[in-house]
Each structure stands twice: as C-alpha cells, then as structure tokens.
C-alpha cells in the first residue's frame, strides 16, 4: 500500500517538473491494486490535468458519411462486412443533413464538426464530395473541421487539407502486440504510414483506441506510449460495446474502475494532451464519467455516435460544467 503510493508521488514529482515518465515507470503504475493506491493515482492524475490542460472542454460531433459495407475485418466493428450485425448502410448521407448537423453543433456551441466514413478509404469522387462538404461547413458555420476516412495517402490527405481540414483522425485502437488479434485487413504500420503522411502536410493527429476488447490492464499502458509516436493532439478513448454479430460480442464488459485507471495512467504519459470521452462512455455511471472528468478526460464527442446513440449536447454542457469545465 504505502509502495503504491510512493510509486505515485514520485512519478507525480516527474510530471510536474516537466520530465517524461519512462515505460518503465507507466508499466508500474499499471500494476498498482491497492485502494489507497489507485485514490492516490486519481488526485494525482487531476493535478497534472490542472497544471496542464486548459479549463476550456474541447467538444466535437460527428456525422457518420457513410456506413456499413467495409472491407476490413476489425473484430470490434458492426459496420465490417464480415459479420451480420445488421447495421444500417448507406453510401454517402444527403447532404442538406450534414449542412444541418453541423449548423445544430455551430449554435449549441461545440468546436469541432468531423465527418466519419466507414471502409479502408474513402477515395476518388466520395472524397471530393466529402472535401466540398467540409469546406462549405467551415465557410458557412465557422467551426473547425476534421475528418476520419480511413487509410489515405499523401495526395489525397493534401485535398483535405486543401478543404481547410486541419485535423485528421486515425486510431491505432490497441496495443502494438494486441491488434493483429483484431484485425488482419491492415496493421499498425498501415495506420502509422497515415498518420505519417497526415503529419508531412501539417494536419493535427486525432488518434486514441478502444479499451475493453480483452487486452490487459498493461496492454493498455502500451498503447498510451505507442500513442508517444504520433504525438496526437487528441486521444480519443472508447469503451468497447459488445456489438450482436461481431466475434467480441460475449466480451466481459469493462469495469468502471479499470476505465478511470486507464484515463489516469493516459494523462501521466500524456500530460497536456486532449483526452476525449468517445464510443461507450453512456453505460458508465455519471458519477464516474464526471470523475474522469476531473482526472484526465479534457474532450469528447457529444451528441450521437456512429452505430450508438449518445447524451445530448445539453446533457455533456451540465456534467463538464459539473466537472469545473467551460463547455
């Protein structure tokens, strides 16, 4: 107990005085169990959120482009064509329903507007229409714009950015030595080679994971310095919802405990970096979610998600607000 909580303070001390906590370090406070421990980790973690991130909640919506159909096998997802989970699928969305999604995200207030767009990558004419569609929100609402459209080379990134898109979104989604237990279409090298070519252009790095998918506690830890990498200024963490049809859909499902531990030890290897609720966090408790909140969740997607449904916009105002934030 008391070793669990002098691995805390002096990891806290590294922190603060701006020093880079080595792999080692992370792994430790990984395997801390005790109750005293894990508090410890919790006020900690909401120092270094303090010091280090703005009071400011950094909020984005995202409209799904286009569903279902794709071609990758990720375990996780209900929108592979390789399991029959009867999501809804459609080609591109209408357009007069992203113009009017993006104006409702304008007005209530929140920062970023994203189109997502199932399938290895959007490409050719449905980029185009993607990229005009961007540019045209960011013109007519002024709210910035991202993009998450899979595996995209340079040329086409540079469209994007041509948009005024200046964030991209690409998960690597778990750690190096867990995703090819995931998924076999495309690797971590694939989504690096991406993010790379993003990063040449100028392009900010939206890139986190999905917890929960029956990797370990320290597989988590992997992933955070994985994350190092791509230095991404947004780390997106979902929570894993057993989906009906997918290969994870009997997963055990992710305690509330571990969830808080996870955005802890995230905000100890990165400590000025948005971390933003995603996928999954509605079958937490508020008061967990409002205790992320405080130790290292700094953003989040609001509004419905991709093949769930979220909180509302009002709904996350309140709880960040609750949690000391300006939404």
């Given at each position: 107990m008391g070793n669990d909580i002098k691995k805390v303070e002096e990891a806290l001390k590294q922190v603060m005085e701006g020093i880079?906590?080595?792999?080692?370090?992370?792994?430790?406070?990984?395997?801390?169990?005790?109750t005293e421990?894990?508090?410890?980790?919790?006020?900690?973690?909401?120092?270094?959120?303090?010091?280090?991130?703005?009071?400011?909640?950094?909020?984005?919506?995202?409209?799904?482009?286009?569903?279902?159909?794709?071609?990758e096998n990720c375990k996780w997802c209900a929108q592979s064509a390789h399991f029959d989970t009867g999501c809804h699928t459609y080609e591109l969305i209408d357009a007069e329903e992203v113009r009017r999604a993006a104006h409702d995200s304008a007005v209530n207030g929140v920062n970023r507007f994203s189109l997502v767009a199932s399938g290895r990558a959007v490409r050719g004419k449905a980029l185009a229409q993607m990229c005009s569609l961007l540019k045209e929100v960011k013109e007519t609402e002024n709210i910035s714009t991202?993009?998450?459209?899979?595996?995209?080379?340079e040329a086409e990134l540079q469209q994007l950015w041509d948009s005024g898109v200046h964030r991209y979104h690409c998960?690597?989604?778990?750690?190096?030595?867990?995703?090819?237990?995931?998924?076999?279409?495309?690797?971590?090298?694939?989504?690096?080679?991406t993010i790379a070519a993003a990063?040449?252009?100028?392009?900010?790095?939206?890139?986190?994971?999905i917890i929960?998918?029956?990797?370990?506690?320290r597989q988590r830890v992997?992933?955070?310095?994985?994350?190092?990498?791509?230095?991404?200024?947004?780390?997106?963490?979902?929570?894993?919802?057993?989906?009906?049809?997918?290969?994870?859909?009997?997963?055990?499902?992710?305690?509330?405990?571990?969830?808080?531990?996870t955005v802890a030890i995230?905000?100890?290897?990165?400590?000025?970096?948005?971390?933003?609720?995603?996928?999954?966090?509605?079958?937490?408790?508020?008061?967990?979610?409002?205790?992320?909140?405080?130790?290292?969740?700094?953003?989040?997607?609001?509004?419905?998600?991709?093949?769930?449904?979220?909180?509302?916009?009002a709904e996350d105002r309140e709880m960040t607000q609750e949690a000391g934030y300006d939404f």
């Open positions: 880079t906590l080595d792999e080692e370090t992370l792994y430790s406070l990984s395997e801390i169990d005790s421990g894990k508090q410890a980790l919790y006020e900690a973690a909401e120092q270094i959120t303090r010091k280090f991130c703005p009071k400011k909640f950094d909020s984005c919506s995202i409209v799904n482009a286009r569903s279902g159909r794709c071609s991202c993009a998450s459209l899979g595996l995209l080379t998960n690597l989604e778990a750690a190096p030595s867990y995703f090819d237990k995931l998924c076999t279409t495309h690797t971590h090298a694939d989504k690096l080679a990063k040449r252009i100028g392009f900010e790095v939206c890139s986190g994971g929960g998918m029956g990797e370990t506690r992997e992933l955070a310095i994985a994350l190092r990498q791509v230095e991404p200024a947004s780390i997106p963490v979902n929570i894993l919802c057993p989906i009906p049809g997918t290969p994870l859909e009997n997963t055990p499902l992710l305690s509330d405990e571990e969830f808080l531990i995230f905000r100890f290897a990165h400590p000025a970096v948005q971390i933003r609720f995603a996928g999954g966090r509605a079958r937490l408790s508020h008061e967990t979610q409002v205790k992320a909140l405080r130790i290292g969740v700094n953003g989040g997607v609001v509004g419905d998600l991709l093949t769930t449904v979220g909180s509302t916009i």
